[in-house]
């Protein structure tokens, strides 16, 4: 049958992330990705979630098969607790609620949130899975200028007087502040400082996605301290992973915040999943007593440092003069600015011609712009990949380089 | 903060599932429960699981805590394929995809088909699940009688002309057709013949939701041959889960269906979870495989069918007269019946304070009736507690019947 006449106009507001469009152009073989932006497959601690899978007994075993609270796993909550006061946020008036991956959390706040034609805030580049869940609920995020130390307070400000002007009440600042995704930027202390008091000032939520931050290659947790920890009036939303310091396959994440917003949230999750994986919380809630996180997040820190050191290395070594790029201090990404007028889509089809692959920074950006920049993830890639992909990579630029 | 005012009427649609606000009720210590309608977990399969992951090599284990494609884990796709062809469904012009649970299958498929307003055709009484989602997206469900036979095609086929010509185009009709959670009724064979003629004929889609169809007491697989066996039009979109199968904890199910409507479900999950537990999906897949979900369905409807027949037999035995329930021929559930006059949800007040628990029949009505049912379950009981729970429910039925 013809199903067209019956689809709804809410759901034909989603779009497929462009991201997951193009990986589809990459999965041809003997292609180097440095697309996606993926943790190191080679080092996910396996054996530790073996282990502890082996030691249950049979209340953690039924535990892990059955369904669970809506609201999580109740000795996971405990653990996350304990494991977010341990980064200097304070727990009081506070509820956690886990989420199916940090994508989930998103989703839960647009849906709650946001009505279609809402407008929110967004750095520009900004995160492109948040991009598409806006999109999927009809918000329509403005975007707001960053330099090299984050977000501008005062074009955020401008930008929350100019919208409330002209009617509009944006309902959030949507914020990933360290190594951001997909720029590398990091807000400094001092702006997130800044940042906090705008919102404080015209009282607006925050939602802060911060799933790199263990992942630094330089300075340490005081450098990278953040907005919900300095949230005196319990605005901050903060979105948090376990795939960063465990693994993106068990799907799991978690939302901080305001009791009356969780409880929303809650609600929402009932109905689109009814629990997260009991088994992912289950494993996590294990993972964080055994203090796993410190252990896995030190090695990965000293894997992804040689790997971002190698790739700058390489593209320092290949690229032709005008090509330029970020110096991240962790994460997973550098961003690369191609000379003016090579845009980047052109030359993304040209490279998975010549095997090579990265994502285009156009979808990043909420104003239209970021066509000459490219997002490559050195997280997931060998040594071997980072250099001869780089060296494909910059083969390519420079035969589109104009004569 | 205060954040009512920045909340989304969208959001404020979004409504607690009776059931989960019931079940807070029921958690007091000492309380033998009969209301969550979840699978025995003294016999989880989690022996073979166990076996599964650690017969992981490299690859695997990667792609097991690694994300993975929106559309599913390639294996698992396979595997599902085949376990769905072996119940007599042709795979032909179909498409799978793995969902979190059969809950973000009716989730996806709510989102993707109605707007705030639309109507769609249920059971009465039905799923609970699906009603808490089709009112969080706004969709307003008609309600159509049932017989010892399940849907009436006659009522179905008056509701349907009723609603077109008032102005109105029913999205779907969602139909749970064996062992019905909550009545335990089975639509019979011919009756699904004739309600796929109706639907064929009108143009309706079909949204068949069949998670116990494996656990019968009686009969066999021909017995409970599915609509989607007889979709000469494409026209059914067949929602499973291996919560009945395998373990409701690692939440995974799936929709087989029309690509068209799929390739929608699939770019609004994108943005809700990104994809389902990897881990997950690559045990199911394993578990496929390896034969298992004959031998754990074997086991599981001599051990279902003994509890049934235990809380029949108690049934039988301490319930005052005026009470009726059915004989359920497979699954979870006893649907009883109090004498007119009495309220499950005066009496489910006075069965807790005594120590036992059920859910009431209202929520299971779209149409505000059932308001003298309780649904049973008995599939997580143990033989004591359906002999005790049964002996103080009916003793509190006793005291609150008119003297």
Chains 1, 2 share one sequence.
Not at 300 to 324: D, H, N, Q, W
Request: proline share 6%.
């Amino acid at each position: 049958m013809d199903f067209e006449k019956y689809f709804s106009l809410g759901g034909g507001r989603i779009k497929s992330s462009k991201i997951r469009e193009m990986m589809k152009l990459i999965g041809t073989p003997g292609i180097i990705s440095m697309a996606g932006g993926m943790p190191d497959e080679q080092h996910f601690p396996f054996e530790q979630v073996q282990l502890i899978i082996e030691a249950w007994g049979p209340a953690k075993r039924a535990a892990a098969l059955q369904y669970g609270a809506t609201g999580g796993y109740p000795p996971l909550l405990e653990r996350i607790g304990e494991y977010v006061a341990a980064s200097g946020i304070s727990m009081s008036g506070q509820r956690i609620l886990p989420t199916s991956g940090a994508q989930q959390a998103l989703q839960l706040l647009t849906r709650i949130f946001c009505d279609p034609g809402d407008s929110l805030l967004v750095e520009v580049p900004t995160f492109i899975g948040a991009v598409a869940v806006f999109a999927g609920y009809g918000a329509e995020p403005a975007g707001v200028k960053m330099d090299a130390e984050g977000l501008i307070p005062g074009e955020l400000e401008r930008k929350i007087i100019e919208l409330r002007s002209s009617g509009r009440t944006p309902k959030f600042l949507y914020t990933n502040p360290t190594f951001q995704n997909p720029s590398g930027l990091t807000m400094s202390q001092g702006r997130r400082d800044e940042i906090y008091s705008v919102c404080s000032r015209h009282d607006l939520p925050i939602v802060e996605d911060d799933p790199y931050y263990e992942l630094y290659f330089e300075g340490g947790p005081a450098d990278y301290r953040s907005l919900k920890a300095r949230d005196r009036d319990n605005r901050v939303l903060r979105v948090n992973t376990f795939s960063k310091i465990l693994s993106p396959g068990l799907r799991l994440g978690w939302i901080i915040g305001e009791p009356a917003v969780l409880a929303r949230c809650e609600m929402a999750k009932q109905g689109e999943d009814a629990c997260s994986s009991s088994f992912s919380q289950v494993v996590a809630a294990d993972y964080l007593a055994a203090g796993c996180v410190a252990e896995y997040t030190a090695k990965m820190r000293a894997i992804y440092r040689e790997k971002c050191r190698l790739m700058l290395s390489c593209l320092e070594r290949e690229m032709p003069e005008g090509v330029s790029w970020s110096t991240p201090k962790g994460g997973f990404f550098i961003w690369v600015s191609l000379p003016a007028g090579l845009e980047s889509e052109r030359v993304l089809l040209r490279s998975v011609e010549n095997k090579v692959a990265f994502v285009t920074g156009q979808p990043f950006h909420v104003d239209g712009g970021g066509t000459n920049y490219c997002r490559l993830a050195y997280s997931n890639s060998s040594a071997e990949q980072i250099e001869e992909g780089i060296r494909r990579l910059a083969r390519v630029i420079r035969e589109m380089l104009p004569g």
